[in-house]
């Protein structure tokens, strides 16, 4: 019932900015946790993010702290990740997903959250 769609990826040279967004359909009221994770070939799925959308809490991963911010429009059902001065290392595919919760305690483990997007491909240059 519920869909997520990911866009805004692409390519962009080091130290540049891109925002990616998730929007979601479908019954969302118990959707409270989102998050994004990303994955590079060769490598093990990443939490970057997650906000409790019920209320204001954010989290991130320490390798990208400082760098993401991610947030939310819920007149649009959409959640950002802005991301600032990329590096060749933050090359991936970037996850939306969603999780049936009251809290985001847990939101590091991929399998906390039940529905996920498609993905979308971020390419970082040096």
């Known amino acids: 019932q519920v869909q997520l769609v990911e866009s805004g990826g692409g390519s962009v040279q080091a130290g540049g900015s891109l925002r990616v967004s998730c929007t979601v359909s479908g019954f969302t009221s118990s959707t409270n946790c989102m998050g994004w994770f990303r994955q590079a070939p060769g490598k093990e799925r990443e939490g970057v993010a997650a906000?409790?959308?019920?209320?204001?809490?954010?989290y991130y991963g320490d390798s990208v702290k400082g760098r993401i911010t991610i947030s939310q429009d819920k007149a649009k059902n959409t959640v950002y990740l802005q991301m600032n001065s990329l590096k060749p290392e933050d090359s991936a595919m970037y996850y939306c997903?969603?999780?049936?919760?009251?809290?985001?305690?847990?939101?590091?483990?991929?399998?906390?959250?039940?529905?996920w997007g498609q993905g979308t491909q971020v390419n970082v240059f040096p």
């Open positions: 906000i409790y959308t019920g209320g204001d809490s954010t």
């Open positions: 997903a969603a999780a049936y919760a009251l809290k985001c305690d847990r939101w590091k483990f991929s399998s906390y959250f039940g529905i």
